[in-house]
């Protein structure tokens, strides 16, 4: 019996590359990363601060400033349609209604000038085309969804009225109004104490389940990460370093930086005197190291390492790393 090919990615980014600053005189911010993402799908992408992540996802949607950023090359695309020659009208149309995002920080992304009912009732009257009685009404329903509290309340209440935890939830019922294909979560428990971290996750991954849709899920929390992706990406100063199943990169990490990621997450199982740190920081874009750009901080880094960027080569089956040494000892 003939198998059949496998349905194409929902969103795919073909080698991306965005700059900052003058034509002739750019600094490369984003260097060919390449991402898909299935429908249905929870894909993590991981790394410290500065590395990129935030970057590609506001990419997607297109919404680096401009100047001084632009994307100069590759493609972004949505059920195939290229959202890099999207034009500012198609963009506003697909914002909120196929790609919905939450922005890291609830507290700056909630307009301090309305109240929380006309703001998920804005997204609703713009995309759905409803009246004010029906947003309304609507968003009453969708802070219930939510598990917001005293939710009729809420809706006639200022963002800076609520908590931390309410405001994250507020904006999970923003991005989720009318639907989208596809939810980008840009680091959304940030700020929060751990016991609302939780909840916030668990009703995320709920909801993605009840709605079908595809999460991409921006974090540096790699605890977060193990809970609620499928696959993850591990990204550094711009570039894709490793890529794949969950218990792939988590059981067996292949690349340098990942190794030491996961070593630095505190263990309850095993005592140590101190937390194990990765030596160094994150490059600047004014000073981005020639060859392997995380070889100024590898404790495997080698001659060749310094000279030449390394290729991404698949370790095993749907697993991808971007390392000289690996890549040695594959053909050693």
Do not use: W
């Not at 590359?17 to 600094?27: A, I, S, T």
């Not at 997204?123 to 009404?137: C, N, P, W, Y």
């Amino acid at each position: 019996m003939q198998q059949s090919a496998p349905a194409p990615p929902l969103l795919s980014i073909e080698d991306l590359r965005v700059v900052f600053g003058p034509p002739g005189r750019e600094q490369v911010a984003i260097d060919g990363v390449s991402l898909s993402l299935a429908r249905g799908e929870v894909l993590g992408v991981v790394g410290e601060s500065g590395c990129g992540k935030s970057l590609t996802a506001l990419s997607v949607l297109k919404l680096i400033p401009d100047p001084p950023g632009r994307i100069a090359g590759g493609r972004i695309l949505l059920d195939g349609k290229d959202l890099t020659r999207a034009g500012e009208r198609e963009m506003n149309r697909i914002r909120g209604k196929e790609i919905s995002m939450i922005f890291q920080e609830p507290m700056t992304a909630l307009n301090p000038v309305f109240r929380v009912g006309e703001q998920i009732g804005e997204t609703l009257r713009v995309h759905d085309r409803l009246g004010r009685t029906e947003a309304r009404a609507r968003a009453l329903q969708l802070l219930e969804r939510v598990g917001i509290s005293n939710p009729l309340q809420r809706l006639d209440q200022y963002p800076h009225e609520l908590s931390g935890g309410m405001r994250q939830r507020i904006m999970i019922a923003i991005a989720l109004a009318c639907r989208p294909k596809i939810l980008i979560a840009d680091e959304p428990t940030t700020a929060l104490d751990v016991t609302i971290q939780a909840q916030i996750l668990q009703l995320l991954r709920d909801l993605q389940r009840e709605m079908g849709m595809a999460v991409m899920l921006i974090t540096h929390d790699l605890g977060v990460v193990a809970q609620v992706v499928d696959r993850v990406a591990v990204m550094y100063a711009g570039r894709i370093v490793e890529e794949g199943s969950v218990a792939d990169v988590f059981e067996r990490p292949s690349h340098p930086y990942t190794r030491l990621l996961l070593q630095s997450i505190p263990s309850l199982e095993h005592q140590q005197d101190r937390l194990q740190t990765i030596p160094g920081m994150v490059p600047s874009l004014s000073r981005l190291p020639p060859g392997c750009r995380f070889h100024p901080r590898c404790p495997d880094a080698r001659p060749a390492c310094r000279e030449q960027a390394p290729a991404s080569f698949e370790i095993r089956p749907g697993h991808v790393a971007a390392c000289i040494a690996l890549n040695d000892y594959r053909h050693g």
